[in-house]
C-alpha cells in the first residue's frame, strides 16, 4: 500500500533501528547502560510535586484548561525572562505555553508555511527543526556551519542561492545535539542579517540553564529590536527534570505568537491544569532547583570526559547542554554513526545516538546523553575500553551482530 504524501517526505528513523536494537538486547537479559536518548532521570523537584498534588484535589481544574496557558502561567514565564534575560515580555501577547518545545515548533511551522517555502536550518541540528517544517510543506537549505565567523557568509549564501527568499532561520544554541554556545555578539549580527533580508529567526533555547564552565547562555531576545523578527522557545523539560509533563513555551514577536496561539487553538486544550500551576509555581521559585540540576549534569559530564578519556575514546567536554557530541574514534569512522552505535550495543552494552540522526553532516559523530549516574558511566567506560582494546586492532572484522540478522 502506497504511503501518505506527508510520511513519504520523511526519512527512515533511525533512532528506531537502535531502540530496537536494545530492546533485543535487554530481551535477551544485557544490561545496556543508555546514553541514548536525551531522557533525564532526575526525579522533578518535591515542592513541584507537591503543588501538583494540591491542585489536582480541586475537581474544578479537571476541567478543560487554556490553549495558551493559563494566566498565572504565562505571567510566571515572562517574569522569569524579565530576571535571566533582562527581557520585558507582554505575558497576554507575547507569551504562549506548549506542549513542550518539540510541539511548539511543530505547530509554529504549520502556522508560517506555505508550500514551497524556504527555511535554513543548521546540520546536525535536532529533528523537528527540519521535519516540522517539511510536513508543513516546507524546504530545508541546510547550513553546515557552527556560530562563529562562518555563519554569516553561509546565510548571505542561503539567501543568494534560494527561490524564494527564505521565510525563516533556525537557531539552537546551546545545540542539540553538538552542544555548541553561541554569544550575544552573535546574536546581534544574525539579528541584523535577519532584518535586513525579511527574515524569521525560531530560536530553540530549550538548555538554556545546563550550562558548565562559564556564564550563562545569552537569548537572541537580549538584542535589541530582536522581538521584531523573532519567537524563542524553551521547555521545563530538562531545567526541572519534568520532561513527562510536557510543558514549554513561545515567547517573543506578537505577530508571530498569535499566528501559533491560533493554530494551536484548533488542535489542543493546553495541558492539564494542575501541571501548568505546578510549573508556574516552579518558574517562580528561587532557583535553587535549577542550580541542583546543573551541578548534577556537570559532574556527570566531568567524570564522563575523564573516565571515556582514560579508556581511550577522547570526547571534547561540552560547554553546555546534557549531552556531548563525540567524534567516533578513528579505526571505526569509516563505519558511520549508525553501524558504530549498533557495534557500541551489540560489544559494549552502551547505546547512543547516531549522529546522522540529526542530519547527514552528523555521521561522523554520536551523541551521548548525561542520563546516567556517575557510577553507571564510569561502568560505560570500562565496557567500552574491553570493546577498543579487542576491536580495535582490526576493526573490519567487527560487524553488528544484526548484520547476520
Not at 538548555?207 to 537569548?219: K, L, T, V
Amino acid at each position: 500500500m502506497e504511503e501518505f504524501h506527508k510520511v513519504r517526505r520523511l526519512p527512515p528513523y533511525v533512532f528506531e533501528q537502535v531502540n530496537r536494537l536494545k530492546a533485543s538486547a535487554r530481551s535477551r537479559g544485557a544490561d545496556i547502560i543508555d546514553l541514548g536518548m536525551g531522557n533525564p532521570d532526575l526525579p522533578t523537584p518535591k515542592a513541584i510535586v507537591d503543588k501538583l498534588c494540591e491542585v489536582v484535589r480541586d475537581p474544578r481544574t479537571h476541567r478543560y484548561s487554556s490553549s495558551r496557558g493559563i494566566p498565572g502561567l504565562r505571567r510566571a514565564q515572562a517574569a522569569y525572562y524579565g530576571r535571566r534575560f533582562g527581557v520585558k515580555l507582554n505575558p497576554d501577547t507575547q507569551v504562549v505555553a506548549t506542549l513542550g518545545s518539540k510541539e511548539g515548533f511543530a505547530n509554529m511551522a504549520q502556522a508560517i508555511t506555505a508550500p514551497g517555502d524556504v527555511i535554513l536550518c543548521p546540520n546536525p541540528t535536532y529533528p523537528i527543526h527540519a521535519f516540522g517544517f517539511i510536513m508543513s510543506g516546507g524546504v530545508i537549505r541546510s547550513l553546515q556551519v557552527e556560530p562563529d565567523d562562518g555563519f554569516i557568509p553561509a546565510l548571505e549564501r542561503g539567501v543568494k542561492h534560494s527561490i524564494p527568499k527564505p521565510l525563516a532561520l533556525i537557531l539552537n544554541y546551546p545545540s542539540n545535539p553538538t552542544a555548541l554556545v553561541a554569544s550575544l555578539d552573535f546574536y546581534k549580527d544574525v539579528v541584523a542579517f535577519a532584518k535586513k533580508n525579511d527574515i524569521i529567526i525560531l530560536s530553540d533555547l530549550a538548555y538554556s540553564e545546563i550550562y558548565f564552565d562559564g556564564n550563562p547562555p545569552p537569548s537572541v531576545l537580549q538584542v535589541p529590536g530582536a522581538i521584531d523578527v523573532c519567537v524563542e522557545f524553551t521547555s521545563m523539560s530538562k531545567t526541572f527534570s519534568m520532561p513527562g509533563w510536557r510543558m514549554g513555551f513561545a515567547v517573543g514577536n506578537e505577530r508571530l505568537i498569535s499566528a501559533l496561539t491560533r493554530v494551536k487553538s484548533y488542535l489542543d486544550y493546553g495541558a492539564f491544569t494542575p501541571i501548568q500551576v505546578a510549573a508556574a509555581h516552579a518558574l517562580n521559585g528561587d532557583g535553587a532547583d535549577i542550580a541542583e540540576v546543573r551541578d548534577i549534569y556537570h559532574k556527570r559530564r566531568d567524570v564522563m570526559v575523564d573516565a571515556f578519556g582514560r579508556a581511550g575514546w577522547t570526547i571534547p567536554a561540552p560547554a553546555a547542554s546534557m549531552f556531548a557530541w563525540a567524534p567516533i574514534p578513528e579505526p571505526f569512522r569509516h563505519l558511520g554513526s549508525l553501524e558504530f552505535s549498533k557495534l557500541l550495543i551489540e560489544h559494549a552494552d552502551v547505546a547512543v545516538a547516531p549522529g546522522v540522526g540529526f542530519g547527514e553532516h552528523g555521521d561522523d559523530h554520536v551523541r551521548i546523553a548525561l542520563v546516567e549516574n556517575e557510577h553507571r558511566i564510569r561502568q560505560a567506560a570500562r565496557n567500552i575500553k574491553r570493546f577498543l582494546s579487542t576491536s580495535a586492532k582490526q576493526p573490519n572484522n567487527v560487524v553488528p551482530l544484526s548484520a547476520h540478522r
